[in-house]
């Protein structure tokens, strides 16, 4: 229980909750409503704790799966007339399943679970995938790179932090 309730915890949760607060309302200053390209890339790199070397995965695997989903109306549109709506769903699925864990070995960077994670999240905005594909590419691009590089001088100014007051206790 102590681990949870520390001053260093309490801190770095505050300071990470008010950084993402502002960085949405930076992004809604700039007209952008579909913040959940930028949320993701930082949820991913949460997921990699604080990983710097990771950022080309989560960025490039959210452009790929973005990509994916905004083919979503042209297989639905071009399969649906033989195999019916929903058996060109499954099949749409099917081929991003097929091609996320086939290409993972060649191209891991670009395919992988957060490929599929974004490629969800264009399932569920389907009806607008082909009008907003390219803003929430740069949404999850210049929005996530915004959070992240917040949370990452957060992070790095939480360390230096505590790696002082190491010292000044070691030096006691």
Same mark, same amino acid.
Request: proline fraction near 2%.
């Given at each position: ?69 905004? /083919? +979503?109306?042209?297989? @639905? !549109?071009?399969? $649906? ?7 060109? %769903?499954?099949?749409? #699925?099917?081929?991003?399943? /097929? +091609?996320?864990?086939? @290409? !993972?070995?060649? $191209? ?7 490929? %599929?994670?974004?490629? #969800? ?52």
């Amino acid at each position: 229980m102590n681990q949870v309730f520390n001053s260093a915890h309490i801190t770095k949760t505050v300071l990470l909750t008010l950084w993402i607060v502002a960085g949405t309302a930076i992004l809604q200053e700039f007209g952008i409503h579909d913040k959940w390209p930028a949320f993701l890339a930082l949820i991913f790199f949460f997921e990699a704790k604080f990983d710097l070397s990771k950022l080309k995965n989560i960025f490039a695997a959210g452009i790929a799966g973005i990509a994916m989903g905004m /083919l +979503i109306p042209s297989v @639905l !549109g071009a399969l $649906a007339p033989y195999v019916g709506g929903l058996n060109a %769903f499954y099949i749409y #699925v099917g081929g991003v399943v /097929l +091609i996320t864990i086939g @290409l !993972g070995p060649v $191209a891991h960077f670009a395919f992988s679970y957060i490929t %599929f994670a974004y490629v #969800v999240m264009c399932i569920l905005h389907k009806d607008h995938v082909v009008e907003h594909g390219f803003s929430w590419m740069a949404t999850g691009l210049l929005g996530g790179a915004m959070y992240i590089a917040g949370v990452t001088v957060i992070a790095k100014f939480l360390a230096k932090k505590q790696a002082k007051a190491e010292l000044q206790a070691a030096n006691s």
